[in-house]
């Protein structure tokens, strides 16, 4: 799924698409495998996760968590900008969702993976 996924959103192309889920619609800035640089010792570490950024400042991050390809797993952030603050007092899982299931369309995660659920949310 990662490297599928690394594939696409690499791909020149990529930037300026459009992603819409019920009421919302998102238009891809850029999107990156992103690196670390450390503020202390100024290592750098490379591919920590794919990131797709979107116009408005939201972005979704999809990160491999283990110690090897085989069992990882795979970590999700969604972060969103809502710029309608009645919306701020709503249940976050509610106002995450429709970024959320685009992360899921753009990564065919359910489909590749056969998990629909999230074991874990945070």
């Given at each position: 799924?990662?490297?599928?996924?690394?594939?696409?959103?690499?791909?020149?192309?990529?930037?300026?698409?459009?992603?819409s889920?019920?009421?919302?619609t998102?238009?891809?800035?850029k999107?990156?495998?992103?690196e670390?640089?450390?503020?202390?010792?100024?290592?750098?570490?490379?591919?920590q996760g794919?990131?797709?950024?979107?116009?408005?400042?939201?972005?979704?991050?999809?990160?491999?968590?283990?110690t090897?390809?085989?069992?990882?797993?795979?970590?999700l952030?969604?972060?969103?900008?809502?710029?309608?603050?009645?919306m701020?007092?709503?249940?976050?899982?509610?106002?995450?969702?429709?970024?959320?299931?685009?992360?899921?369309k753009?990564?065919?995660?359910?489909?590749?993976?056969g998990?629909?659920?999230?074991?874990v949310?945070?």
């Open positions: 799924m990662m490297n599928n996924l690394e594939k696409a959103i690499l791909d020149p192309s990529f930037a300026g698409c459009l992603f889920h019920a009421n919302k998102y238009k891809v800035a999107a990156d495998n992103f670390y640089t450390d503020p202390i010792d100024g290592s750098i570490s490379k591919k794919l990131r797709i950024i979107f116009e408005d400042g939201s972005r979704v991050v999809f990160r491999l968590s283990g090897g390809s085989s069992g990882a797993t795979i970590r952030y969604i972060d969103s900008y809502e710029a309608e603050e009645a701020h007092s709503l249940n976050a899982q509610d106002v995450l969702k429709p970024l959320v299931e685009i992360a899921l753009i990564s065919q995660l359910r489909e590749l993976t998990r629909q659920e999230p074991t949310i945070t």
